[in-house]
């Protein structure tokens, strides 16, 4: 592994952008300085008028491997992280068989380790039935994210709604417990009030605020009535955010949440251009909820920004609405579209930096990796903000070959990519030589 330096960059870290220098030597950002000697045979970047952030932790992605592979593979997808910045996934264990045992678990760890270009950690899944096998995760509490309950039902057949599956594991689980929060009961009697519903306009009245707040209700209640260790996927009203606080530190709090990209960007307005391609669970609701989750963001009361990356074939999304899967694909943009953002003035480039690299690693306690730090792991992005990305079908990487970003230009370029290190990406190519790192975890 050659050493690398980018000199004159601008590092954006804990707050602060700041020019100096950053050689990268051993898999480790190894020195941040003013003034330094470049080892015998390292390779130079010219980091002028460039941008060096941390590289982007997305604590929600759905590779789809295995038994969904038509869809997406850990290989792909993991190749469109790099190419938009993002450094370290955490993928939910929907897939097909779902992760419901340490062997299975413990496979995608497997896969993973041989073909992914990121760094990759795996959730255990909860089901009705398996609450023991979960809690061996207790064992793993260093090399595993956390566990995933499903309190509302979602692409696969893993809801949870025994109540003392439920307590069990809120009572007992040592690990980060991440919850989808829709309540079943009300999604169902809309859906027999919408029973002829054809187009995704309807997606958002069937499940609507009051079955988001609900099911998130009940998570906070369970987490508070044991102190679990409780974070909330991809928060999508205006009501739930009467739920959690900014009153604390990120490290101090037993209760966080997520925000993710699409949540922020897309309204129900925005059935009637994308309709079943923006069809996702939670549903993409009416712009107020979007205004005022652009004020949780800003304000601490959510803490992380993430993808929920969720690809499906284009064949399946042309399908009547009903039939169409939700999700959609997105871990090759969200860096670019924050800073587009930021670009704007809606938020700075800084805070950008928080809640997509530092705010993850704090959340679940990420070893060495989140900030540029001397002796942390060289997880990099390298950012042009004068120059400008066009999506489309050439240089989306998804495996199901299509975005809903498909012909926007953002006002910014992700120049290369460095994980643990190396150049996994550069203007435009990726290093499929590179491998990454299972995460660990400092509980």
Request: negative net charge; aromatic residues 8%; proline residues 5%.
């Amino acid at each position: 592994m050659l050493p690398i330096i980018i000199k004159n960059v601008t590092v954006v870290n804990e707050g602060t952008g700041t020019i100096t220098n950053v050689l990268l030597q051993d898999g480790i950002i190894a020195r941040i300085d003013d003034h330094i000697q470049p080892p015998r045979g390292c390779k130079e970047i010219i980091g002028e008028g460039l941008y060096l952030l941390p590289g982007v932790i997305d604590d929600q992605v759905h590779f789809r491997e295995p038994g969904l592979t038509h869809k997406a593979t850990i290989v792909t997808e993991a190749r469109a992280a790099v190419a938009g910045g993002t450094t370290s996934f955490m993928e939910m264990p929907n897939t097909n068989p779902p992760a419901l045992t340490q062997e299975l678990l413990e496979k995608k760890y497997d896969i993973a380790a041989a073909t992914s270009v990121a760094n990759y950690s795996f959730f255990m899944g909860v089901a009705n039935n398996n609450a023991d096998e979960v809690l061996r995760t207790n064992d793993k509490k260093k090399s595993v994210c956390g566990v995933k309950i499903f309190m509302g039902s979602s692409t696969g057949d893993m809801l949870v709604d025994n109540y003392l599956t439920l307590t069990k594991i809120f009572s007992e689980s040592e690990l980060l417990i991440a919850t989808h929060c829709e309540n079943e009961q009300i999604i169902n009697a809309n859906k027999a009030k919408y029973a002829d519903a054809d187009n995704a306009s309807c997606h958002p009245l069937i499940r609507d605020v009051e079955a988001c707040f609900e099911s998130s209700f009940a998570a906070v209640q369970l987490a508070k009535k044991y102190n679990s260790r409780l974070h909330i996927l991809h928060i999508s009203t205006a009501r739930e955010l009467q739920l959690f606080s900014n009153m604390l530190p990120l490290t101090d709090k037993r209760i966080t949440s997520e925000v993710c990209v699409h949540h922020l960007h897309f309204t129900a307005d925005d059935y009637a251009r994308l309709g079943n391609l923006i069809k996702c669970n939670p549903a993409i609701k009416a712009p107020e909820n979007k205004a005022a989750l652009w004020e949780g963001l800003l304000d601490g009361r959510l803490d992380i920004i993430a993808t929920d990356h969720a690809p499906h074939t284009w064949e399946e999304k042309q399908q009547p609405y009903q039939k169409a899967p939700s999700g959609l694909p997105l871990v090759q943009h969200p860096l670019l579209l924050m800073l587009q953002y930021a670009k704007q003035g809606r938020i700075t480039i800084e805070k950008v930096v928080e809640k997509m690299c530092h705010a993850p690693a704090q959340c679940f306690r990420i070893a060495n990796r989140g900030y540029i730090r001397e002796g942390y792991s060289a997880d990099l992005v390298l950012v042009d903000m004068n120059n400008t990305t066009t999506v489309s079908k050439e240089n989306i990487l998804y495996k199901c070959g299509w975005s809903p970003f498909e012909g926007h230009v953002f006002p910014a370029a992700i120049r290369y990519t460095f994980v643990n290190g190396e150049v996994a990406y550069e203007n435009g190519g990726v290093n499929d030589a590179v491998r990454g790192q299972r995460l660990m975890f400092d509980r």
